[in-house]
């Protein structure tokens, strides 16, 4: 009986830190109106929690999140997933390190997705968090799992935590969802002053073997451990 509790609280507690970290969403302006989402693998079940489809983000909360299967199937919620859901449960099938996902339409980022275009790696920043380019996507229609077997095929061997997917948006990955909004962040951040630099004149790239220092510096003795 204890059992079932613990799961049952844990698993609200997941959905709590899911809603509100949907707040950073829009706080960053990295999405408008009901667009972006957020999920997070529940700790040892085949399960993950994710925003409901259509609901604007100041009517969030965490008994507002639903509970679907790694099949994309609704298990918990009195709503709908979100649209992405198949997307966001194909990644957790086919990468079992991967804790939280996350989809916005940031502008800069999008911009650069729209043109089908890599960030190149010409701030130390990409090499501290995406240890290189942001890469590029295929370009995949939204209502099955196509979007989420290419984000899996562009990161699977891949270090950056962020995907362009052509002419749709960013999607980031993450040991937790936490670190997943962290990316989507950083990533917005770096497509923006990209974009800045090359109305300028031509970025300066990174060699290859300052990139790799860079990030393992920033992964493994960065902050506090």
């Not at 925003?51 to 299967?69: F, I, N, Q, T």
């Not at 990409?126 to 077997?149: C, H, K, R, T, Y």
């Not at 300066?204 to 990139?211: E, L, N, R, S, T």
Request: hydrophobic fraction near 40%; glycine fraction near 8%.
């Amino acid at each position: 009986m204890s059992s079932t509790v613990d799961a049952d609280e844990a698993l609200y507690l997941l959905r709590q830190e899911v809603s509100e970290l949907h707040a950073e969403l829009p706080k960053n302006e990295l999405v408008v109106w009901t667009a972006g989402n957020i999920s997070a693998r529940v700790p040892g079940r085949d399960l993950l929690v994710i925003k409901p489809s259509g609901v604007r983000y100041e009517e969030l909360s965490a008994s507002a999140m639903v509970v679907c299967d790694l099949d994309g199937n609704l298990v918990e919620g009195d709503h709908a997933p979100s649209s992405d859901t198949a997307a966001h449960a194909y990644v957790y099938r086919h990468l079992p390190e991967v804790n939280g996902v996350v989809h916005t339409h940031s502008t800069y980022a999008t911009a650069w997705a729209a043109r089908g275009e890599a960030i190149p790696c010409v701030l130390t920043m990409m090499g501290d968090e995406f240890g290189g380019e942001v890469p590029i996507g295929p370009f995949a229609l939204i209502g099955d799992d196509s979007i989420g077997q290419g984000i899996v095929e562009t990161l699977r061997d891949h270090r950056s935590k962020a995907v362009l997917m052509q002419n749709h948006g960013v999607f980031t990955i993450g040991g937790s969802a936490k670190s997943a909004v962290k990316a989507a962040v950083l990533c917005e951040e770096v497509a923006r002053t990209v974009h800045i630099a090359r109305q300028l004149g031509e970025p300066i790239p990174i060699p290859q073997d300052d990139i790799d220092r860079l990030y393992e510096r920033y992964q493994n003795v960065y902050g506090q451990r």
